[in-house]
């Protein structure tokens, strides 16, 4: 199945910005993240804009966007 | 300090701080060994400075009587990575209740000024009453303890806080400073002139690489005392890292918490800096006065489109490996690397960027670098700028300080150096006093009077609860757009549990940026393995909670209402469409909330205050 991956800020080094990738059924938000070599700690993950977690199943059409998770300062 | 046992939950007074009271009225000190009442007296910081502030009634900061408290945390001076911070403590000139009583502060900055004091031999200095003439006060070891001495400070009058620091380097080596600007002089017309703080990079490089403790006007408290400068002059007495304490700081670097705010090239994200580029993507990023347009404006302020003007290098202070510092140098002909151009973090970075319309990053670095070398706080005077650019809007036609408006750079520019300078009260009295004034107070970005930092307050409730700054003494400023939580259930846990724990970073002596939580082991081994105390996790945690707690009910004492815990009007009455983050703060959701938190806070804080 086809994602749209978005990826931001320091995440896109060596990655792209925006990409549609193909993924097997059933994959998960941490499928992408582990196929992208992200560490899944201190990640921002939304589906279709919406906060998700790790575990959650994507579909196929789904836009995931992974942010890094910064704090303030 | 003085350690004579390892526990210092059940025998605090068996921990003793060295204090030195310094009457600035007769230019004499004294100085003892004060044994610690309770573990946020050991902990240090403004857990310490706010029970000292708390045994005063101050009925107005300029006062002779509202005390100006330098203190340091337990692992300031110790060989933990980023244990650089002091503190400073007072009544503040800028944040006060609507009944006029001003209330208890503190502020943090982290250069080696800290280090510098503790290894004079002291741990805390209390300045009291006010001098007639401009002073400095030199700190230096002696052969017998501590040496105080009071100078006259006539030569350093009308520089920046870079040029103070830097006449005072020629004369002192060996030495860290503490100074204000310009701003802090003009203390009647400012209050919120910054501390200004050095850093070894600045001395050794001659350019101004400061680091400020800026909220709550405590620059301007020094101002009033005419105490222009503090002097920290000491050998390095930065111990040996013991092998389980280098284990202590390398798992402060590879922990993920710090990763993120080390240098991209270092595999980090690049410093707060990247909160920009997270932020945009809901459209959250401040602009035009807290008022996101939902257009690509702020993208001339990513890195990636920065690094084209300038050369970004990142940089630490003392000895600390996450070099959080983003410093923008301008490129030589050559392609070299030219003088300084400005730190970019995240609230300077918006405050004087697309908050007030500028997004570009040449203009942003003029800007910023001039609000640090005034000696301002960055968020006080982005704060209260974009307030006047908004009324200037809304009011084409009877606008504030000669019309200027959102992206007149020229006009800005000016407005801050007349600011800096004194010549412009309206604007350095900050966002509450100017609001009350033009009785248009919905858009005024505030909370119980200390201006909002960079983040948005519909996606901040819990504003309401920060007791120093918006930021820094609640640590919720990210959590919508980190979680996406907009439970109720969710906000008051946040709120009465990790939330008020931001804090103690302010009593401990390290930077926020270690990035792990106070109940981290992390923290209790750091404690342990540089002062031989044991402390556990839970007990940390439970004395942050205290100090907080505290320092809430000291709110209520200095004349909060309840009706003062809440967010600028323009959140409840108009909520802005372009945020993509989900709008959830309305006044149902944000009464229901503080009911909960007070019901839970308010039976804890009895019996923090003295009688
Ligand atoms: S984390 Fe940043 S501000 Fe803190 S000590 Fe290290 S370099 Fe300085």
Redesign the interface.
Known sequence: MQITVKL???LC?GRFHSAVREYPDSSTIQTIVTDLGI?S??L?R?KN???VPLEEVVQNGDTV?L??????? | MRILSQNPVTDPSTVLYRRCVVDLETGTATQEDVPCKNLEDVLGGFGRSYQILAERKIKEAYCPENPLILNIGILTGSTVMTGLRSYFSSYSPLKQSRRGLPSAMWSAGSGNFGNKLKWTGLDEVIFENRSTTPIYAVFSEGENGPRVEIKPADHLLGLTGHEKIMALHSEYKDAHFAVIGPAGENFNNVYMGAIVLSTDNQLKSGEGKSRFAGRGGMGSMMGYKNLIAIVAQSSDKMGKTTPDMRDVNRDVIKNGGSARFQPVSQGGHGGTWANIDVLQAFHAVPENNFRPKGDEDVAGLFRPNVEKDFDVHSEACFRCGIRCHNNLYHRNADGSRGALAAKFDFEPLILFGSNIGINDSRQVTELIHLCDYLGMDAISLGSTISYVLDYNARHPDQPLCDGVAFGQFDQIRELIVRTGRGKLSEVGRGVKRLSEQTGETSYAMHVKGLELPAYLPETNPAYAFAIAGGHMSMGTHMYLAKEGKTGLDDWVEVITRQGLLQVGYDMIGLCKFVGVGMGHELISRAIGEATGLKVSSEEIVAAVRRAYLRGLALELRQGYEDDEYTLPGQVFENPNPNVTLPAFVTREFFARMKQRVWAIFKPEMEGLLPE
């Open positions: 931001y800020g320091s080094i560490p700690e201190y921002i939304l804009g919406y906060h966007s942010l890094p998770m910064l704090d303030g300062g």
